[in-house]
């Protein structure tokens, strides 16, 4: 029916072609939906692919070298807290403690009273500083242990539970290093599939080519290459009598 046909414009040939039943203009219509939908599918493609060399220019380097930086950083740490001793003592202000008791309440003293922005060293575990800090946003005394990596310690409100928590920080470094060194992999991982999929050329290339081909091919063969062939939708004008008998004569 004429409605299947496209809106945008309809050529004489075509007109022709339903008038007679040419089998060609079916599989001309057929074959242009199926054209335009691989354009879009290759489009997509090299859209997915453009995104995948912008992250492997930036995103993905940038974190691998950051991760790379981190491994680095935790690696000593954890080298420099098991050369520590293995019972419990923490130096705050100067003063080393051998009771988690004790050196909780040292560290709430340090703590007490800061309520400017600043971090200030205030004692040592394990080979590592003891960092105290005020976070004017979260309204909130911190603590962090600060190696070559700087590590957050969440307190509580019972002193020696605090000195705990400090403590198994520091022993869990060895911990926290594997973790960034399999973020690290993972990345690593992320870049070599993205450099494979960026890669990989648009796998229905020779279809298109092929389809794309056989598209210009039944053009020629309906004359729909030509551009005085293309009658412009809502003209209102019509060929003379004379081409009509002509276009009619050729469908013989």
């Known amino acids: 029916a004429a409605s299947d046909v496209d809106e945008t414009a309809l050529s004489y040939a075509e007109l022709k072609a339903l008038a007679t039943g040419n089998p060609l203009i079916k599989e001309r219509m057929d074959l242009d939906v199926e054209v335009s939908r691989l354009k879009l599918l290759k489009a997509e493609h090299l859209s997915q692919r453009y995104e995948l060399e912008d992250r492997l220019r930036g995103e993905l380097p ?5 991760l790379a930086r981190r491994v ?6 954890s080298g420099t807290v098991a050369a520590a001793p293995d019972a419990f003592e923490m130096e705050v202000m100067g003063t080393t403690y051998a009771s988690r ?3 909780g309440a040292a560290i709430a003293a340090a703590l007490e009273g800061r309520e400017a922005e600043g ?6 575990i394990r080979g590592l500083a003891i960092e105290v800090s005020y976070d004017a946003v979260e309204r909130a005394r911190k603590v962090a242990l600060v190696g ?18 400090i403590e198994n920080a520091a022993r869990q470094i060895p911990q926290r ?6 973020a690290l992999e993972e990345v690593r991982g992320q870049i070599s599939a993205a450099r494979d999929e960026a890669a990989r ?38 060929r003379p009598v004379e081409k009509k008998r002509e276009l009619a004569a050729e469908a013989r």
């Open 177 to 182: 290093a594997a973790e960034a060194q399999a």
């Open 72 to 77: 680095e950083a935790r690696e000593h740490d």
């Open 201 to 238: 050329p648009f796998p229905r290339e020779d279809e298109l080519r092929r389809k794309t081909a056989r598209l210009a091919e039944l053009d020629a063969a309906l004359d729909l290459d030509r551009p005085d062939n293309v009658v412009p939708p809502d003209s209102g004008q019509e």
């Open 62 to 66: 940038r974190r691998e070298e950051a």
């Open 119 to 124: 971090r200030v060293s205030a004692g040592s």
């Open 148 to 165: 070559r990596d700087r590590y957050e310690v969440a307190l509580g409100d019972d002193p020696a539970g605090n000195a705990t928590r």
């Open 101 to 103: 008791a004790e050196a």
